[in-house]
T-cell receptor
Framework: RKEVEQDPGPFNVPEGATVAFNCTYSNSASQSFFWYRQDCRKEPKLLMSVYSSGNEDGRFTAQLNRASQYISLLIRDSKLSDSATYLCVVTLSSNDYKLSFGAGTTVTVRA | DTGVSQDPRHKITKRGQNVTFRCDPI?????LYWYRQTLGQGPEFLTYFQNEAQLEKSRLLSDRFSAERPKGSFSTLEIQRTEQGDSAMYLC?????????FGPGTRLTVL
């Protein structure tokens, strides 16, 4: 079983729409949680960390459910520039920060 | 621009050849990570350094792979006797603590 699993999508949404997707992680001892964004043939870039209480960063909202071991990302008022692959990431240890990535969810925002 | 640089950006080689990649991290970052990403998958952890010490290696890192970080600055990743299955994007990331900043990657194609 993979450590982090995501719905690959693609999610194809019009501009201005809201899109949301989840990922699940297998190790209940996972310590830290992130969403990274990756554009085609580019490196991953940190979008936001995910905290237990949930957090927002502009149009992006992340939630963590430790009991069910899932993380969600919601994008409001989608822009064309939000088109990317969103990678769900966890770290398994508090002693090092080795990242475990999901395979990514592809979002395409159309005009 | 994250400040992490990798060289070369692209490498095409024939099966059986040796290749070496270089990563220059952000200068004050003491942690350096190598990941490998294949098409349609998220990055997979290969190895990491804290300063010059290599602290962990994934089982993905066969004995054909070796990584070094002399003097705790730049790092090199060498693959000996390349195989077609080694074709992937090799990503380097550096970190002062828990947030990792990725370089643009080296795309390896083994013919």
């Amino acid at each position: 079983r993979k450590e982090v699993e995501q719905d690959p999508g693609p999610f194809n949404v019009p501009e201005g729409a809201t899109v949301a997707f989840n990922c699940t992680y297998s190790n209940s001892a996972s310590q830290s949680f992130f969403w990274y964004r990756q554009d085609c043939r580019k490196e991953p870039k940190l979008l936001m960390s995910v905290y237990s209480s949930g957090n927002e960063d502009g149009r992006f909202t992340a939630q963590l459910n430790r009991a069910s071991q899932y993380i969600s990302l919601l994008i409001r008022d989608s822009k064309l520039s939000d088109s990317a692959t969103y990678l769900c990431v966890v770290t398994l240890s508090s002693n090092d920060y080795k990242l475990s990535f999901g395979a990514g969810t592809t979002v395409t925002v159309r005009a | 621009d994250t400040g992490v640089s990798q060289d070369p950006r692209h490498k095409i080689t024939k099966r059986g050849q040796n290749v070496t990649f270089r990563c220059d991290p952000i200068s004050e970052h003491n942690r350096l990570y190598w990941y490998r990403q294949t098409l349609g998958q998220g990055p997979e952890f290969l190895t990491y350094f804290q300063n010059e010490a290599q602290l962990e290696k994934s089982r993905l890192l066969s004995d054909r792979f070796s990584a070094e970080r002399p003097k705790g600055s730049f790092s090199t990743l060498e693959i000996q006797r390349t195989e077609q299955g080694d074709s992937a994007m090799y990503l380097c990331a550096s970190s002062p603590s828990d947030t990792q900043y990725f370089g643009p990657g080296t795309r390896l194609t083994v013919l």
